[in-house]
């Protein structure tokens, strides 16, 4: 099965995780863009160290690309949408074990947009 991805985008236009991966250094921006290739080629199959599901039932439907290089490590979340298509909500820079809650409902906030302008077409 071919598997899309495709990157949310605000009703302004902006792409929260194409900005995202530009400000990060070169051979993380390479790793982030590696692992993207690698959920487009693997789909469902793909598995730890490089996805993750969020637990918890508000976070239902919601993943990470965990990607980790030269000891800086970020997150990129993401949903399976309709059919075989994932799109790519938002990333962050993870300083601290947990989670940032903000970032959590940052990508709720986007897949409940995404969701809503779909359903509208």
Same mark, same amino acid.
């Given at each position: 099965?071919?598997?899309?991805? !495709?990157?949310?985008?605000?009703? #302004? @236009?902006?792409?929260?995780? #194409? ?7 070169? =051979? ?18 793909? %598995? ?5 599901? !969020? ?10 690309? %965990?990607?980790?290089?030269?000891? @800086? ?21 993870? =300083? ?11 990508? !709720? %906030?986007?897949?409940? @947009? ?5 359903? =509208?077409?």
């Amino acid at each position: 099965m071919a598997w899309n991805v !495709i990157y949310y985008k605000k009703e #302004n @236009d902006e792409e929260p995780v #194409n900005e995202f991966i530009t400000t990060l250094p070169p =051979k993380h921006r390479a790793k982030a863009l590696w692992e993207v290739r690698l959920l487009a080629e693997h789909g469902l199959a793909l %598995r730890e160290p490089y996805v993750k599901s !969020i637990q918890g039932s508000k976070y239902k439907g919601l993943f990470e690309l %965990r990607i980790q290089s030269d000891g @800086d490590i970020s997150r990129i979340f993401y949903f399976l949408s309709v059919g075989n298509t994932f799109v790519l909500l938002n990333g962050f820079l993870k =300083k601290t074990n947990k989670t940032p809650v903000h970032e959590l409902d940052t990508a !709720i %906030r986007y897949m409940t @947009d995404y969701l809503g302008r779909c359903n =509208k077409e």
